[in-house]
């Protein structure tokens, strides 16, 4: 009995051992990861709008410049894009339109038309870091300027590319019509 006894405590403390060793900890975190990993699906960080009026269901090539060069851009890339666009842009271009100067709107003809072109990414982001008039004569006060640190570079191409896609999908974007 007293042998009996005696094992007991040292297999608790054993079983003890390994409950708590260092190899159970991990593997107890990994098995809660890919739980939260597996339940929450890809598509959910994409917008609604974006999924359906802009028509991103997988990455989109935009034309990055005049030359040709396009980018990548994923329906989370432009989601970030309508965020950004929402918190500072909306206030004055609410569906596209420009309303302190509503002849010039974001529609697609009207961001070919301006100097320099603002069709592409870096004519944008060109714009957005230092805006200038329509026709590219004067800095403009109706726009802010954006800088590298209000907005980082690579931010800054996702809202581009939220509006230069709305411009091309979006029904009415830049219309009275919207």
């Not at 990548?72 to 909306?90: N, Q």
């Not at 603002?118 to 230092?130: H, T």
Request: hydrophobic share 45%; aromatic share 10%; charged share 20%.
């Amino acid at each position: 009995m007293l042998t009996s006894s005696i094992q007991i405590p040292q297999l608790l403390h054993s079983l003890r051992r390994q409950l708590f060793s260092t190899y159970f900890f991990l593997a107890v975190l990994m098995a809660v990861l890919g739980v939260f990993m597996v339940s929450s699906p890809a598509q959910a960080a994409v917008d609604s709008y974006v999924r359906r009026y802009l028509d991103v269901k997988e990455p989109i090539a935009l034309d990055i410049d005049e030359k040709g060069q396009t980018k990548l851009f994923s329906g989370e890339d432009l989601s970030v894009g309508k965020e950004l666009f929402e918190a500072h842009c909306i206030n004055c271009h609410v569906g596209g339109a420009t309303l302190p100067d509503p002849t010039v709107s974001l529609a697609l003809d009207t961001l070919a038309g301006a100097t320099p072109p603002r069709d592409n990414i870096d004519g944008i982001v060109n714009f957005l870091r230092e805006p200038m008039t329509y026709d590219g004569s004067d800095l403009t006060f109706w726009c802010r300027q954006v800088s590298e640190g209000w907005i980082p570079q690579e931010q800054i191409e996702m809202l581009a590319a939220f509006v230069l896609r709305a411009a091309q999908k979006a029904p009415g974007w830049g219309t009275s019509n919207f």
